[in-house]
């Protein structure tokens, strides 16, 4: 392939579409509703190092992504999905233009295009590329860095090196300590591989330094920001409070490998074959040119999932830097450049498999949608009929059908297997994008419950929120309701005595099943259920309470 310059950034747009295309007419959801707030809060009280949540600081994030997304969102003239996501959508495009540029040097175009490709073919990146996603930003610091490391060794354009500790302190503004430790974690591995020792420590001891370093700086800011209490609130959520366990340590090794299907257990695949074919030669020092290669992507991989299996909190987004390598082995399977037999003979049946699920797709939409119209299912998510975008989905799907079936002919092989896997992953973001992302909006909408309280609600009364928060749902409550009308929300128990005293007239949200489990009888009999509706995926209820024995 020629004109590598302009396929990059055809490859860089391609996957800027892909992560925004549609958001802005979709309502927010999930942990987004967060960082919209955060926007709101910034548009109204101003630029501070920590983003601010109902007037007070919030210790777990930098302010520096949030003042992004406000730029965003003063260039669209709104708070909207694609407002917040553009910034890390831009930085997943990057993500994914580098890994093309990575396979160009490691191995050829074709190869780059091919794991640019597979880059969405793991099913959680489509997932993590459109919402917002800090860690995207030490994903790419990662591997901007890996590849400045690669093509200085190979030009001898030492240089460059020197955008290392920038690319760490960039890492800590957007993402914390994170933003410092993968990256740091992958240009260690690489110069370890390289048996390459001095920088090997100098860019340890640098990547410690600096993480030292922003961290007392942060610290100090969160003591003038808060106080004592917030500087503690800080050093809990940025380091000791992710040091808990609520996931095993082999959580990246089981639930991942299904979330990031099919790129990452392709990776580990064709990793392991590497290593059964070559065996001790696979793990000597300074092997032969290819060898390290495949060396260099191994580490860069398993430094992230093993470094991240370390602590007790684990999602998959944390280990977003570890799918470009992933992606560049997987790529190796439609490549072959060391012509493995073993690896022919799986390329064949993935090539098979992936010829078939255009028309999965096409029969998956109108299953779907038959489905859904079953009354059972309308009753069970609360009489709501999910409409699906038929039309759009089965046009464009019949069309990836049709070229699937039309291209066994007048095609070279090597393209054709390439362009069989972009119809494959093709499938899966219009599946994403059209179905997926559809049914959500459906099932997890706010809107109307919000809509109904807020009629019922006087002019600057504030809510009870209970079973709901603090710092979860209630944000998806608060999101919509206007700004003029905005009030700082207050939380129950239980437990809490306050129950029993509310004066008449003061108004609860509260989740409905756990209302009626939880709550004693006597102090439900003070209250009355004015509405009903949905917060995301929880039946909730407004109650008003009345004083006394409801009639």
Not at 145 to 159: N, Q, S, V
Not at 203 to 214: D, R
Not at 291 to 301: C, F, G, R, S, T
Request: hydrophobic share 55%.
């Amino acid at each position: 392939m020629k004109n590598t310059g302009v396929i990059q950034w055809l490859v860089f747009a391609g996957a800027l579409l892909v992560c925004v295309a549609g958001l802005a007419k979709l309502e927010i959801l999930m942990i987004d509703t967060r960082f919209a707030l955060f926007v709101h809060e910034m548009s109204e009280n101003g630029i501070s190092p920590f983003p601010q949540l109902y007037g007070k600081f919030y210790p777990d994030y930098t302010s520096i992504p949030v003042i992004l997304m406000y730029g965003s969102s003063l260039l669209f003239g709104a708070v909207n999905w694609l407002s917040i996501v553009l910034p890390s959508a831009v930085c997943m495009a990057f993500i994914v233009m580098f890994t093309y540029k990575v396979g160009c040097r490691m191995y050829s175009a074709y190869h780059g295009l091919a794991a640019a490709i597979l880059m969405f073919g793991a099913w959680e990146i489509l997932n993590i590329g459109r919402i917002v996603s800090l860690d995207a930003y030490p994903a790419l610091a990662a591997i901007i860095g890996f590849y400045l490391m690669y093509t200085a060794d190979e030009e001898k354009r030492l240089r460059r090196l020197w955008w290392l500790p920038v690319l760490l302190v960039v890492g800590f503004l957007a993402r914390g300590p994170i933003g410092v430790v993968v990256p740091t974690a992958v240009f260690v591995s690489y110069y370890l591989i390289r048996g390459k020792f001095k920088m090997l420590f100098a860019i340890g001891f640098a990547g410690a330094v600096i993480l030292a370093g922003m961290l007392a700086l942060w610290a100090w800011l969160a003591y003038r920001c808060g106080g004592d209490a917030f500087y503690r609130e800080f050093w809990s959520m940025q380091i000791t409070g992710r040091l808990g366990s609520t996931k095993p340590p082999w959580y990246y090794f089981t639930n991942a490998v299904g979330s990031f299907a099919v790129t990452y257990p392709l990776g580990l695949a064709v990793l392991a074959i590497y290593i059964w074919t070559l065996k001790k030669n696979f793990f000597r020092f300074r092997p032969a040119p290819s060898v390290e290669k495949i060396q260099l992507l191994a580490a860069w991989m398993l430094i992230i999932i093993l470094g991240m299996s370390i602590p007790g909190t684990k999602h998959l987004r944390y280990v977003t830097a570890a799918i470009p390598p992933a992606a560049l082995l997987a790529a190796l399977l439609i490549s072959n450049p060391d012509r493995l037999k073993i690896l022919t003979w799986l390329r064949r049946w993935l090539i098979r498999i992936a010829m078939l699920v255009p028309f999965v797709g096409l029969a998956g939409v109108w299953v779907a949608a038959w489905i859904l119209k079953m009354p059972k299912i309308v009753e069970m998510i609360n009489g709501v009929e999910i409409k699906l975008p038929l039309f759009i989905p089965s046009m464009v799907l019949g069309v990836f059908c049709l070229a699937v079936f039309c291209m066994r002919r007048g095609v070279r092989r090597r393209d054709r297997n390439l362009l069989i896997i972009a119809l494959m992953v093709g499938t899966l973001i219009l599946g994403r994008i059209m179905i997926v992302e559809t049914i959500a909006q459906y099932t997890m909408s706010s809107k109307a419950f919000v809509a109904t309280v807020e009629k019922l609600r006087p002019d600057g009364q504030p809510l009870y929120f209970i079973f709901l928060g603090p710092d979860g749902d209630e944000n998806k409550y608060m999101l919509h309701v206007r700004r003029d009308r905005i009030f700082v929300p207050l939380y129950l128990s239980d437990s809490d005595e306050r129950l029993k005293t509310l004066p008449p007239g003061t108004l609860i949200v509260s989740r409905k099943d756990r209302y009626l489990k939880y709550v004693d009888e006597a102090v439900r009999k003070r209250m009355e259920i004015l509405a009903e509706g949905r917060i995301a995926r929880r039946d909730c209820v407004l109650l008003r309470v009345t004083g006394g024995e409801k009639r």
